[in-house]
T-cell receptor, first 111, second 114 residues
């Protein structure tokens, strides 16, 4: 079945440094979503990417969807302590109905 | 709007007991789903529903049942709890618009089976 992998599993950065997490699918995706989960909280939707090669920005966050629609990345510029949490990608199959979540990247930001 | 409401927030069960986790949404979403979250494994889909009266299995359905008698409610039943079902459970809902859209998650239920 479809598998979604994420690297790194953990990332510790100093406040102000950049951060990137990568997501790779074993199969071609119809679209991909990104979520953020704060410690002890629930996943919160960040963005959905649909088109091959798509790039979207939300303030300091930049999301990319690969040309082959099998990989994606999330880049945070100049991290802040409020960025702490686990970032999950979730890839949808060709019907775009069910999402398979990656294991997540846990981000720690040291002040 | 309350969004997605899950109850209870915490639960301790003995092996072999049964229980129902409740999930309700007030956004008229067609799609509802249950996930379990275990350390290092992300969220795994247990069961899902694309509308009232329609349910289907996800990646890890064994030991769980669901029903969808109304658009709003999607309860998850543990038939005979086992220690392997110790996990955090999340319910989510979303619109289906030619594919799935932004999912709204409940606050989660932390379940321990002893």
């Amino acid at each position: 079945g479809q598998q979604v992998m994420q690297i790194p599993q953990y990332q510790h950065v100093q406040e102000g440094e950049d951060f990137t997490t990568y997501c790779n699918s074993s199969t071609t995706l119809s679209n991909i979503q990104w979520y953020k989960q704060r410690p002890g909280g629930h996943p919160v939707f960040l963005i959905q990417l649909v088109k091959s090669g798509e790039v979207k920005k939300q303030k300091r966050l930049t999301f990319q969807f690969g040309e082959a629609k099998k990989n994606s990345s999330l880049h945070i510029t100049a991290t802040q302590t409020t960025d702490v949490g686990t970032y999950f990608c979730a890839g949808a199959d060709n019907y775009g109905q069910n999402f398979v979540f990656g294991p997540g990247t846990r981000l720690s930001v040291l002040p | 709007n309350a969004g997605v409401t899950q109850t209870p927030k915490f639960q301790v069960l003995k092996t072999g007991q049964s229980m129902t986790l409740q999930c309700a949404q007030d956004m008229n979403h067609e799609y509802m789903s249950w996930y379990r979250q275990d350390p290092g494994m992300g969220l795994r889909l247990i069961h899902y529903s694309v509308g009232a009266g329609i349910t289907d299995q996800g990646e890890v359905p064994n030991g769980y049942n669901v029903s969808r008698s109304t658009t709003e409610d999607f309860p998850l039943r543990l038939l005979s709890a086992a220690p392997s079902q110790t996990s955090v459970y999340f319910c989510a809902s979303s619109y289906l618009r030619g594919g799935n859209t932004e999912a709204f998650f409940g606050q989660g239920t932390r379940l321990t089976v002893v």
